[in-house]
C-alpha cells in the first residue's frame, strides 16, 4: 500500500477500492467487470463496500482472494463468482415462482395461471398479501446456502482486501456497515433483505447490546462510500453502477412508474455521498482545508445505462433466459472500455465530472 501511484501507464501495479451497488440479478453487470478486473494483474483490489447483489459479489471476490496469493486468490474469486451467479440463474425460467409458491398456500390453479400470465406479477400479487411472516416454517432465504457453497466460502481470513456490507436497520432506520469479522453470511443475507420477500435478518450488535433487524441496505447507501475513505486505503474509488441514473423515457404505466421510483430511490444515497465528495474537493482548491488531513478520494465509474435503459427493474427480481449471461458480457465489455480509456486516469485524477453526474 506504499506504493507511490502515478498513474496506471507507469507500469506498476494500482491499488483501488470497489464501490459495488446493488440491483438484484442486474448485478450480473458487476460479475462481468468483476471478472475481467481479476484477469488484470495491473490493478489490485485493496477495498471493497458492496450492498445487496454488491455485497454478494463482494463476497465471492473476497473470499477467493483471500483463500491464496497473487494468480491463485484472482482465479478462485472468478470460480466464486461463476458458482454464485450460475446459482441465482436457478431462480429464473419461473424456477423462483414455484420457490415462492411452496411457501404460500395458494391453490394449484391459480398458480398454474399466474405462471402463464406474468410470474412476476404473480410474485408481487402474493407480497401485498402475504407478509414473509405469513410462511411459517416454509420460509427461507436462498443465499444462505449459495453463500456457504461457494467453493472457497471463508469470508473471515484477514487476508485480501478490506470488505465492508452496507445494510439498514429496521428500528433506527440509519445505515450499517459490517466490516471485518462482522461480515458472515448473516449479514450479506440482511444487505440483500428486500422486505417484501423475506423476513428482516436479526444479528446481534455488539455496540447497541441489542438484537437489531436489519433490511436491504440499498435504502441507505448503494453503496456506502465513507467506508473506503479510510488513510491505509488508496484515493481511487471505481464505482460499479447498476441502477441507470438517468432515463430518456417518462415512464407512463403504473409497472414503468413504481420501476423508475424505486431506481431513483436506490441511487439517492450514493448520489449524496457524491455531491460531499465534490463540496470537499471545492473546499481543497479554494485552500480552506490546508492541513485538516481531509482524503481527496479519486472517482472513478463502469456502468452500461444504455444497457439499463432497455430493462425494467422487473428484472431484477426475475431475470429472464439468457440475461444473466448477455449482462456479464455487458459488464465486461465495459470494464475492458475503462481498462483502455480511463484507468489511466488511476492515481491522478477523477474520471467522471461530478457535477454533471449528481445534477
Known amino acids: 500500500m506504499g506504493r507511490r501511484r502515478t498513474g496506471r501507464d507507469s507500469g506498476m501495479t494500482i491499488p483501488i477500492n470497489l464501490a459495488l451497488q446493488g440491483g438484484g440479478a442486474h448485478g450480473a453487470f458487476s460479475w462481468g467487470v468483476l471478472d ?7 490493478v489490485e483490489i485493496a477495498a471493497i463496500s458492496g450492498t445487496s447483489a454488491g455485497a454478494l459479489n463482494g463476497a465471492a471476490v473476497k473470499a477467493g482472494l483471500s483463500s491464496a496469493p497473487g494468480a491463485a486468490g484472482r482465479q478462485a474469486a472468478r470460480e466464486n463468482l461463476d458458482y454464485v451467479w450460475s446459482q441465482v440463474g436457478l431462480f429464473s425460467d419461473n424456477r423462483m415462482v414455484r420457490w415462492m ?18 410470474p412476476v406479477a404473480w410474485i408481487e400479487g402474493v407480497t401485498r398479501i402475504f407478509s414473509p411472516y405469513d410462511y411459517g416454517p416454509f420460509h427461507s432465504n436462498p443465499l444462505g446456502p449459495i453463500l456457504g457453497e461457494m467453493p472457497y466460502p471463508h469470508l473471515d481470513r484477514p487476508e485480501g482486501p478490506q470488505f465492508h456490507v452496507t445494510a439498514t436497520n429496521v428500528r ?5 456497515i459490517f466490516s471485518g469479522a462482522e461480515v458472515t453470511p448473516e449479514a450479506i443475507m440482511a444487505s440483500g ?12 450488535d455488539p455496540a ?7 433490511w436491504d441496505g440499498g435504502y441507505s447507501g448503494n453503496p456506502a462510500l465513507f467506508p473506503l475513505f479510510g488513510h491505509d486505503l488508496p484515493r481511487d474509488i471505481l464505482i460499479v453502477a447498476i441502477n441507470p441514473m438517468e432515463r430518456k423515457r417518462l415512464p407512463r404505466t403504473p409497472v414503468e412508474i413504481q420501476d423508475r421510483i424505486n431506481e431513483i430511490s436506490f441511487n439517492s444515497s450514493l448520489l449524496r455521498e457524491l455531491r460531499a465528495i465534490q463540496f470537499v474537493k471545492r473546499l481543497t482548491e479554494e485552500g480552506r482545508l490546508t492541513n485538516r488531513g481531509m482524503k481527496d478520494p479519486l472517482i472513478h465509474l463502469i456502468a452500461d445505462d444504455e444497457l439499463m435503459n432497455t430493462l425494467g427493474a422487473r428484472s431484477k427480481v426475475l431475470p429472464g433466459p439468457g440475461l444473466l449471461a448477455r449482462m456479464k458480457a455487458a459488464g465486461q465489455t465495459a470494464a475492458d472500455r475503462f481498462m483502455d480509456g480511463d ?3 488511476l492515481g491522478l485524477r477523477d474520471s467522471v465530472d461530478l457535477p454533471l453526474l449528481y445534477g
Open 101 to 118: 409458491s411452496s411457501m404460500v398456500p395458494i391453490p394449484r390453479g391459480f398458480q398454474r395461471l399466474a405462471e402463464l400470465i406474468s
Open 208 to 214: 447497541t447490546g441489542q438484537r437489531e433487524a436489519y
Open 193 to 204: 433483505c428486500l422486505p417484501t420477500l423475506f423476513r428482516a435478518v436479526e444479528i446481534d
Open 36 to 42: 475481467r478486473l481479476l484477469q488484470d494483474e495491473s
Open 172 to 176: 433506527t432506520g440509519r445505515v450499517r
Open 343 to 345: 484507468a489511466a486516469n
